[in-house]
């Protein structure tokens, strides 16, 4: 017999398999838990009380044999397809769309401006240790794009987009935790997202795909609404390719490739998008908020059970959004520039969650006219608001990738702070004044909202809490258009805008459907 039993558990016996059995032997009046199989099938926490429970969903199987489903996909030799798709960036929209032509029989060519996982670590330690930032090899450019260190989350609001399951099982796959498939707002970790990467990559080879790692795309040939080469710096020089199909997965940060479409006259828009700052806190302090605990010994005690607290918060300030974004529990604020004179932050965590700190992007939604003063830059109007942020916070930081700082408390009350809290941002921070920095925009709309926070979570505005400047690559100033059913641009019918950086995805999992549903449209087109 096997049966779905929804159960509402206490964290104890949630994380406690004999104790789990007991709670479903109950629930079906068995005599004892001998015969009894379990699987957990989905979990989610419902803190909104002090009594914390947790929700399951469980496949109880009595007395019968259980084998757990065996995840396998299915990928055809490509290597001597006829049929080729050549894709600009190896993040998950790129790597997904080479995946899906894997599927589909069609030969995926991928070129990758940065490094591949090895040799990108060493740029990601220059950045935080010597403030050097490589323009091709970053927390944003490189194998896995700014997705392999932007802390795995795989949670989506996207389900109408693709397969969400089939994203989280071609991970699972490919060494991914099946705890993936199980929880609410699943997580992989930073520190195992890279290994899963190569996998990915030793399937696109091992099947007949091509990855080609310092691979910049600099040209586009055009001939009658058609792509027919692109133009690549590598280690031999610029060399020019062929082109059939091409998708562009080149991620939000991508802005020589913006202004690439931009000189040709390839139609690009500006779009709106959100800036801000990173907040940080002690872990347990957002422990002890969201787990309704008395004092920091409930937290160790409660903490035994449960995970490390997250928070979801949004504010209204005279009709602009103020949002949390990107919350890391126990995570790390890493330095993100893509370019040495700029500034940016963002944020991730161990796939334990087990860092003393608790960050997460506070930022403020703008719209088009809030980049009037940017006019004359057309539809680059809010890459450049963003660019000029970003110079100031590396101005005020001291002209390196020390960040612009201030407690929470002082910033929200308009007060220089005379120190600052230890913080995770290894390059370090400069107590300045961050309203300086961020504007009569942005700056009275974040305090508006942080106040409203602190009345959500007590005890959220603290100096013990600092902000870090800035977080702006939330998502892309700049919408590449395409048309709404074939997916490909308006004026090249071979070229397919795909992902983050194409105005189309927002994170992880959204990214990856993206890039297989382009390689859809390129099969059915072929």
Known sequence: MQTKLQLKVSPQIAVNEQLLKEEVKQQLQLKDTSGLFIKVLKRSIDARSRS????????????????????????LDVTSSKKTCHIIGSGPAGLFAALRCLELGIKPIIFERGKNIKDRRRDLAAINKEHIVNPESNYCFGEGGAGTYSDGKL????????????????????????EILVDAHPHIGTNKLPQLIEQIRGTIL??????HFNSKLTDLKIEKETICSITVLNEKGEQEFPVKKLILATGHSARDIYELLNSKQIL???????????????QPLIDKIQYHCGNLEEVITKREFLPAASYNLVHQVKGRGVYSFCMCPGGIIAPCATAQEEVV???????????????????VGLELSDFETYKNFGPLAGLEFQKQLEKKAWNFGGKTQTAPAQRLQDFVNGKFSAGLPDCSYQPGLKSVELQQVL??????????????????????LTNEAVVVGVESRTSTPVRIPRDKDLLSHPQLKNLFPCGEGAGYAGGIVSAAMDGERCADKIYLVD
């Open 345 to 363: 932050t963002n944020g991730w965590s161990p796939s334990k969650r087990n860092n003393p700190y608790a960050n997460s992007g506070i930022v």
């Open 52 to 75: 914390i429970e947790i929700n399951l969903t469980v496949l109880a199987v009595v007395n019968e044999e259980f084998n757990e489903e065996k995840i396998e996909l299915s990928y």
């Open 206 to 211: 091992n099947f007949g795909g091509e990855i």
């Open 155 to 178: 949670y989506t609001r996207s389900s109408k987009r693709g397969d969400i399951d089939k994203i989280l099982r071609t991970f699972v796959s490919h060494g991914a935790s099946r």
């Open 268 to 282: 690009i828009e500006a779009k709106p998008f959100a800036l801000g700052i990173r907040v940080e806190h002690p």
């Open 439 to 460: 504007g009569k925009l942005i700056g009275p709309a974040l305090k508006e909202g942080l106040k409203a926070f602190g009345g959500k979570m007590r005890g959220y």
